[in-house]
């Protein structure tokens, strides 16, 4: 936050509302005509519109937003897709997507068409509370409180984070769940990214009846930190042990890159926001289209900050959650007496561990096969829901940003996951999906590909599959060609 007091500029909020609004019709106008099914198909029977629904609060004081003029109401920005040809007859839950940290809710612009046309009904792509169009509010936890509980052998550190961590997660979840309320929608199929992955958890963890399937992608959270984590900082360089020792620093007191940014002079901002384009998402060859999102992730970071000062809560500054999602997730109910549906869809390249994903799977698969055991000698009205069934998924040729690294797979991916495969045309790229040791060596078809036509592969496929977390996690010291590639990585 130290940073805020630094920013200043000659353009006005007014006109970066406006620039904002400018560069997401842009990316809306792409989706519509741009990246279709395939060439014989229009837009003609989708409804795209945008939305801002009112929301109270879920602070204490209903505080002033930072960005529009409405003290007294709050509201949720975000486009909805409708697909006019299946609306009417198909009553599955509507598909609601969660951007990633510091994005917004057009960032799936490639996705919408393909999702409406193969699979959902209804989309909903929301801005999250204190991010893009959406009510920018002081991030203020002490407006926060919640009930928190607690382990016995907590101690006042233990109870102070997990505070902090219960208040940060309530301001979205919260929004989530009284704009959920204004639409009448009683289940969804809640799909987050990044981020947004890690809030769809905390969501589906106190709403789960709303949930109808969870869909994970790329989460931040998932994993626990481990003795090869920190074996893996010792082994690097000193200089860039230097550069994660300043970004921590900045981390630790609340300086995000928003509010970087905001500091700096607008020839070098921008010129950081188009470099972050150019190197992230090589896939985007079309300058107009690349400016037009570049423009949208700027003029998304120059508005004064709010949500995005939920970082340093919720992660620590090695990425790592305060309050890992592995363990968590385990914990989720449902009212399907075989339990929630979880897929996690991570990048061939991604940096998030996909190793999270196949620790979740196992941890709930092994609480299931126990409670399945101990629920035989139970009369039917005293069984309780199972832990969630885990699936995960691998998307070639993406990365961190696979719904804009290789659209037509993560699509794909997607529709799988909801249980829409057999809308796919045939041929159709596919994600492959993948099963821990446990999972393949029992068999289980209820926790394998449910007679799903995916290339199913075990987790030692996983670990060749997954290029960049291979290579960033097996470089040594001694070895000087794949030093390189990992300062390269790094960098």
Not at 93 to 100: F, K, N, Q, S, T
Not at 216 to 242: C, N, Q, W
Not at 291 to 303: H, V
């Amino acid at each position: 936050m130290v940073f805020s007091l630094f920013f200043s500029s000659s353009t006005s909020i007014s006109n970066r509302i406006a620039s904002l609004r400018e560069a997401e019709a842009s990316l809306i106008e792409y989706a519509k005509t741009r990246f279709l099914p395939d060439k014989s198909h229009d837009a003609s029977h989708h409804e795209f519109e945008l939305f801002d629904v009112p929301i109270p609060s879920p602070l204490t004081l209903n505080s002033k937003c930072k960005v529009f003029d409405d003290e007294n109401e709050h509201k949720l920005h975000g486009v909805s897709v409708i697909n006019k040809r299946r609306v009417d007859s198909d009553q599955s839950p509507p598909l609601v997507l969660l951007h990633g940290y510091c994005n917004g809710s057009s960032y799936f612009y490639r996705n919408f068409m393909g999702l409406s046309h193969y699979h959902f009904p209804r989309i909903y792509a929301l801005d999250m509370y204190g991010w893009g169009l959406s009510s920018r509010p002081d991030f203020d936890l002490d407006q926060l409180e919640t009930d928190v509980q607690h382990a016995v052998d907590d101690t006042k550190e233990d109870k102070e984070a997990k505070r902090k961590v219960a208040c940060a997660e309530k301001f979205f979840v919260e929004s989530l769940e009284s704009w959920r309320k204004y639409n009448k929608i009683p289940k969804m199929t809640l799909a987050g990214h990044s981020m947004g992955g890690y809030l769809s958890v905390a969501y589906a963890e106190k709403y789960p009846q709303h949930v109808d399937r969870l869909i994970l992608l790329s989460p931040v959270g998932i994993p626990e930190k481990t003795e090869e984590d920190e074996h893996f900082m010792a082994s690097v360089p000193f200089y860039v042990r230097g550069i994660f020792k300043t970004v921590r620093c900045m981390f630790e007191y609340g300086i995000t890159p928003g509010a970087f940014l905001r500091s700096l002079p607008y020839s070098k901002s921008k010129a950081m926001v188009e470099g972050y384009i150019a190197r992230r998402l090589p896939s985007i060859q079309c300058e107009q289209e690349k400016a037009s999102l570049g423009e949208y992730l700027y003029q998304n970071s120059m508005l004064p900050g709010s949500g995005e000062y939920c970082l340093s809560y919720i992660l620590t500054s090695g990425a790592f959650a305060r309050l890992p999602l592995v363990k968590r997730i385990t914990d989720i109910k449902s009212d399907d007496e075989k339990g929630m549906e979880i897929h996690f869809i991570f990048g061939e390249q991604d940096w998030m561990d996909y190793r999270g994903g196949l620790d979740t799977q196992r941890l709930c698969f092994q609480k299931r096969t126990e409670m399945l055991r101990e629920q035989k000698n139970l009369p039917a009205a005293a069984q309780v829901s199972l832990p969630p069934r885990v699936f995960v998924h691998g998307v070639r040729d993406a990365g961190h940003l696979l719904m804009l690294d290789n659209h037509d797979e993560f699509n794909a991916a997607v529709v799988i996951a909801a249980g829409g495969e057999s809308n796919l045309p045939p041929g159709f790229p596919k994600p492959i999906e993948f099963v821990c040791d446990e999972v393949m060596a029992a068999g289980d078809k209820e926790s394998l590909s449910r007679g799903s036509k995916c290339d199913v592969r075990s987790e030692a496929a996983a670990a060749q599959f997954f290029q960049r977390m291979r290579r960033f996690k097996t470089v040594k010291n001694d070895d000087d060609a794949t030093m390189d590639e990992k300062k390269a990585e790094v960098a």
